[in-house]
């Protein structure tokens, strides 16, 4: 721990045309079968959408390995262009911009060996990220929200921020609140 | 909301930029000495007003935790061409020729390899090529301002650019930004991960943003600096600059390792 950290910049509002990428928000191969789609919006001290943020989101594959797998920005070698994941490497790498209502999502595998996805948020105004976690709730028995320390460390109330909502069977619904009094838990790794 | 919820008002527009310098230090001397990152409750920086949340992050102390593993990149994910900012288009962009080269590091000083470096940044006029950009600075049409490349086996990353040039914000009247490198950078936790922004020596605008400035720390907003090195410039060609970087937060690695100690 002798090495004094890089600190913290804000992502700023121009990253536009270069941290997003085609795909980017897909996880899943195209057609899975087992995919599911989270979405929300990020949300501000006001309740206002934040169009200017980032969502990255990071997750076991579906056998529980965490190891990752390259290809998330697969590229075409003759024009250089993003064509997107293989469709057989599960990358676990996710990254969506929020589009101009606040809004963003991602399409994925639900992740081996635990009930929740990692997520990271950027923003303009936001001068350091932000951690948090998406936990599924059909992931969620009794046993296993038992068995997360994260979870049994928060009251009900929020707790409650961390879990995704089920709107259809396989879609759910996972609003980020950057300030506020149903502000979204968010996490501090040392 | 509650009022212990409604903080005080957002600062006004229009605030002059001595007004600012004195929220600066208000905020500098209201900080804890020695911070390494930006308290993200800044007041200088308006819109961090109502993006910041209000309560305690949560530690997470659990060595299962999957943050403590992180996403992977390799061959497919970059090009060799795409460290080469100066490179993606027919013609050649205006501007200082430069390169910035440096290190990725974690806490214990071992590198971090083979793992995705991106970078983005304004023109040599200080325009970025984003539609929401409308400072009247001419736009490039032979540079787009963004790079990625792979860190090496040494945790060594390089980029080929021109120098970005300062641009004005409207975050007070007459505020600039210094001339700035934007980074996001993988260690091999997503617990590491970084986004910040690498500035030049002796830019005269440093003392006057408020964005580098949300560093509160002297000796933190140095390492934000990139240092001139006259061994990195390429006779008739560029012009060098060094800038390393080490990602703070713990890493699967890391806990094994401290676990044999
Ligand atoms: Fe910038």
Redo the contacts with the bound molecule.
């Keep these: 721990m002798s090495h004094a950290p890089t600190p913290s910049q804000t992502v700023?509002p121009?990253y536009g045309y270069a941290l997003p990428f085609p795909g980017g928000s897909e996880v899943a191969p195209a057609g899975h079968p087992d995919t599911v789609t989270v979405h929300g919006y990020v949300l501000d001290g006001l309740g206002s959408p934040v169009p200017d943020a980032i969502v990255e989101t990071w997750q076991p594959a579906p056998d529980g390995s965490r190891t990752g797998l390259p290809g998330s920005l697969r590229r075409d070698p003759s024009s250089g262009k993003v064509i997107g994941r293989d469709g057989v490497d599960f990358t676990g790498f996710g990254r969506t911009p929020t589009d101009a209502a606040g809004r963003w999502f991602v399409r994925t595998l639900p992740p081996g060996g635990v009930p929740y996805l990692c997520a990271a948020v950027f923003a303009r105004g936001l001068v350091h990220h932000l951690y948090t976690r998406v936990y599924l709730p059909d992931l969620l028995d009794e046993g296993a929200e038992a068995a997360d320390p994260l979870l049994q460390s928060l009251d009900a109330e929020r707790r409650a921020t961390l879990i995704a909502t089920r709107t259809d069977p396989r879609t759910y619904r996972f609003d980020i609140r950057l300030q506020g009094d149903d502000e979204t838990v968010f996490l501090e790794f040392s | 909301m509650t009022a212990r919820d409604l903080p005080a008002h957002p600062l006004p527009d229009g605030l002059s930029q001595q007004e600012i310098d004195s929220e600066v230090a208000r905020a500098q001397a209201a900080a804890e000495p020695g911070a390494h990152h930006p308290p993200r409750d800044y007041p200088p920086y308006r819109s961090s007003h109502f993006r910041h949340p209000h309560r305690s992050l949560i530690p997470v102390r659990d060595p299962e935790a999957v943050e403590l593993s992180g996403p992977a990149f390799g061959v497919t994910d970059v090009t060799a061409l795409d460290r080469d900012l100066t490179a993606q288009h027919a013609g050649e962009p205006l501007g200082e020729r430069i390169t910035v080269t440096g290190r990725v590091l974690d806490r214990a000083g071992r590198p971090v390899r083979g793992q995705l470096v991106e970078v983005w940044?304004?023109n040599a006029s200080g325009r970025?090529a984003h539609q929401l950009d409308q400072h009247p600075a001419p736009l490039d049409p032979n540079f787009t301002g963004f790079g990625r490349c792979l860190t090496d086996d040494d945790g060594g990353y390089s980029f080929t650019t021109v120098k970005p040039g300062a641009?004005p914000w409207r975050n007070h009247t007459n505020a600039w930004?210094p001339a700035?490198i934007?980074f996001s950078l993988f260690g091999t936790s997503f617990s590491q991960r970084l986004v910040t922004?690498m500035y030049f020596p002796g830019d005269p605008l440093l003392p006057y943003d408020p964005v580098i400035r949300s560093v509160t720390d002297q000796a933190a907003r140095e390492r934000l600096v990139s240092t001139y090195d006259h061994d990195l410039s390429v006779p008739e060609w560029s012009l060098g600059y060094r800038w390393d970087i080490v990602l703070d937060g713990p890493c699967a690695t890391w806990t094994e390792e401290e676990g044999d100690a």
Aim: charged fraction near 10%.
């Design positions: 700023g121009f | 940044q304004a970025y641009y930004r700035h934007h922004q």
